[in-house]
């Protein structure tokens, strides 16, 4: 119930922050220098960029009110519509951030519970090493060496790149191919992954590690049930609780974090949307993409209090 309230008054002071913070009455007479006084008025009136808090307020219900019937204000540079050009950033957005979070967690938790199992030996070393050099090397660094390696030296080697490192599609191509959209966002996912499997692999090992060696699991052990039974049914489901709040916050992050990402592989999404719309100080192009990222996170949020319950029973009596 809290959802919506919460969303409304974060979406606000962010809304308070972009009119201070890049002013875009100022931001339209630099690209519209020749503009008379009646197209400034019309561009204020239009925005609801009327001053003090009281305009503030007005202002933020005014595109409030736009933004949830899709009557969305032109973009500053170029006076184009921003809903179209937004969708499609997001769904390039989407596609990729959800696609290395769901590798990334999957292989994560199954290399957390592989070492969890034997902790001390080779695999646990090995895994917890390997863990902590990705987790300590930066996507862009990442990034760079995946396009020298499979772009620039494999050319050199074979003759031609073995995948793209720019874009969704070759420029000038035409229509869906999927076998064409997964060979573009090979890179760009191996580099989200690599963070996310660092992360998530260490994770499910001390959670794991944590519940094996608590007392109701030598309880349930000492009844005679198989191992696998007491893994599965009993360990994993306690093991996953706290990895569902770090999962539900790093989703949300995760999506709002790809900027470097796709601005390094020239990807087409919202961190690249959101890159031009600050450069231009485009208050029309900023606000929808704040509010999207604001969504994200406390709807992610929600689903993780939603989780709780069904991981742990006990949390439904509360």
């Known amino acids: 119930m809290w959802a919506l309230p919460m969303t409304l008054i974060i979406t606000f002071v962010v809304y308070v922050a972009l009119r201070v913070g890049t002013d875009p009455l100022a931001s339209y007479l630099r690209v519209n220098q020749r503009a008379s006084p009646k197209k400034i008025q019309q561009y204020i009136e239009t925005n609801g960029l009327y001053e003090g808090f009281g305009g503030y307020v007005r202002g933020y219900l005014q595109w409030l009110q736009g933004f949830v019937t899709f009557d969305w204000p032109r973009s500053i540079k170029g006076s184009r519509e921003v809903w179209p050009e937004f969708r499609d950033a997001m769904f390039n957005t989407l596609r990729l951030g959800l696609t290395a979070t769901f590798l990334g967690i999957l292989i994560g938790l199954s290399f957390g519970i592989f070492v969890a199992l034997k902790p001390g030996g080779l695999r646990d070393a090995t895994v917890s090493t390997s863990s902590f050099v990705a987790i300590s090397t930066p996507p862009y660094v990442s990034a760079l060496l995946l396009q020298l390696l499979f772009a620039v030296y494999w050319s050199k080697w074979f003759g031609e790149s073995l995948l793209p490192t720019s874009g969704v599609y070759p420029p000038g191509h035409r229509g869906f191919d999927l076998v064409l959209m997964v060979k573009h966002m090979i890179l760009p996912v191996t580099v989200v992954v690599i963070q996310v499997v660092a992360v998530y692999a260490r994770y499910m090992r001390a959670s794991l590690l944590e519940v094996l060696n608590s007392e109701y699991m030598r309880t349930a052990r000492s009844k005679g049930i198989s191992e696998r039974r007491v893994l599965v049914r009993h360990a994993l489901r306690n093991a ?79």
């Open 240 to 318: 996953l609780i706290p990895i569902v709040t770090v999962a539900a916050i790093d989703i949300g992050a995760i999506l709002g974090g790809l900027i470097i990402t796709e601005r390094i592989f020239s990807y087409p999404g919202l961190g690249d949307f959101f890159l031009g719309a600050y450069d231009n100080g485009d208050f029309p192009q900023m606000m929808p993409w704040m509010f999207f990222f604001t969504l994200v996170v406390i709807a992610f949020n929600l689903l993780a209090d939603v989780l709780y319950a069904v991981l742990d029973p006990r949390i439904r009596l509360g």
